[in-house]
């Protein structure tokens, strides 16, 4: 595979907290590449990294070799990320199209070009296999899964190369869940490098390709998830055991 994203040796800390302690850690197109680990582990720190909402004290960002300073989200997405959190940051009083063009929307002369948007919603969200009952109901009135591919299908506006998602399955049940995991996977079919920040070892295991380890701002190890236990990574991320069987520890 071709890593999209290096970082090497990166490290961030807030004060006297060290939030990340150089990391090393490739991120690949093609790929879901789920980072797991505890309460404080780094896991967030380390999408803020990506999309530019954090800038690293040491270490360097690379992307296809070549070092680049992600100083804000929208340095980020001119670099090719876009990152989802968990504060989708959507309108509820807007419809579809308009949460998904808001700031971008396209224009006929002095009048915006509600037709050409409509369109390019609904490709997107075919493309996307995304089910929602119309692009012009109000976001207020969708699933908590809805809402969600709602808010990373405006990120996909501009092709990223990298998209981040940050525990995209918080709060969800069963079914809108699943919902988003299908979504991850059409994600990677696409050609995208997809980062799973997530909290849940069910849902890594269900769409990640490889999973990376945090514990207390270190990288603690990376395991292919065809190969690896939930015991193994259970292990892992509390330090109760080292990584073995399919993982590499850092």
Known sequence: MTAAITLDGVSKSFGAAQALVDVDLEINTHEVLAVVGDNGAGKSTLAGLLSGVHTPD??????DGEP??????AAARREGIAAVFQE?????????????????EAAAGIFLDEVSMERQAWELLDQLAARVPSVRVPVAALSGGQRRTIAIARALLGDPRVIVLDEPTTALGIRQTAQVLTLVERLRERGHAVVLISHSITDVQA???RIAVLRLGHLIGEFDAETTTTEDLLGAITGAVAPRAGGRAS
């Open 58 to 63: 040491r270490g360097q960002v690379r992307i």
């Open 207 to 209: 769409v990640a390709d």
């Open 88 to 104: 989708l940051a959507l309108c509820d009083n807007l419809d579809v199209v308009e949460n998904l063009f808001l700031g971008h």
């Open 68 to 73: 680049v300073h992600l100083t804000s989200p």
